[in-house]
């Protein structure tokens, strides 16, 4: 049996130790043969694609990126199917694993629909697909805005500025709850929740009031009420989505021309994306690559592996691509009682 793996998508920490457990266990325990496909669907209709062996998959569990590069291509503006049916024949490849987000699972379930053999992977820093309880590059994510918030803070405690954190999060804010609450931000605002200038400066006044330098962390794709779209200056991707990032930047002269609080905005953008995976993302990504060997190898097509507490399951393409999940009230409500 031979299995084509590609990842599309943003690239997020963990995808090496993905790619790493299919081949690794593939070849050792059941004698498999796998095809790289490089930069995601781009490489598959383009048939960018190499015998992907042992020895390409040493060390990488602990690398960030992926090793087969990865695009935002969307295979049905090129070819659809039967490009896709043609490249797999013309490479005697028996299945595709799929490691993506919700664009590329999209794409994924189409093909299954008229029949192509796929196993998902889901992959998303945002943690905002509904069919698994985390996935990896998440706590990666939240790792290194915790600490870059944690050294915003001693340069505005310095300077007595108020420091906004810009972190990932086009419709969850997930990535902004967990930093802002570990590095003890005075406010949180994510998409889940607009909220006026006024709120947010008033929870500012207080902290400042207090003898604190405010840290504001705020999601990519928070509005404010007065606001009806997100803010995007740099036009769509490849799936019709906004390119977001400086919100931010948005905010900081608005709290600062309210509060007369000297204000400093800080994206961080794709840093969140880069680097080493935290241990917790380097083996949730390795149950998942086993976890997805063994939906292959079972034949369980239109699939893809979650979390599901401790537990490795799968879920159907469609569970995960239903609605996402984004954070409840309650969550928000219970952090909410400490800003300001």
Known sequence: MTIGILTSGGDAPGLNAVIRAIVFSGVQTHGLEFVGIRNGWKGLVTEDVFRLERRHIMGIGKQGGTILGTSRTNPFDHGGEERVREVMAAHSMDALVVIGGEGTLAAAKRLTDVGLPIVGVPKTVDNDLDATDYTFGFDTAVQIATEAMDRLRTTGDSHD???????????????????????????????????????????????????RAPLVAVAEGFLLDTMTDVHSERGLDTFGRPRLGGIGEVLAPLIEQHTGIETRATTLGHIQRGGTPTAYDRVLATRLGWGALQRVLDRKWGYMVALKGTEIVDVPFEAALGSLKTVPDARYDEVRALFG
């Open 161 to 211: 500025r108020c420091m906004v954190a810009e972190v990932m999060g086009r419709h969850a804010g997930w990535i902004a709850l967990h930093s802002g609450v570990a590095a003890g931000a005075h406010a949180i605002l994510i998409p889940e929740h607009k909220t006026s200038i006024e709120q947010i400066c008033d929870w500012v006044t207080k902290a400042h009031d207090r003898g």
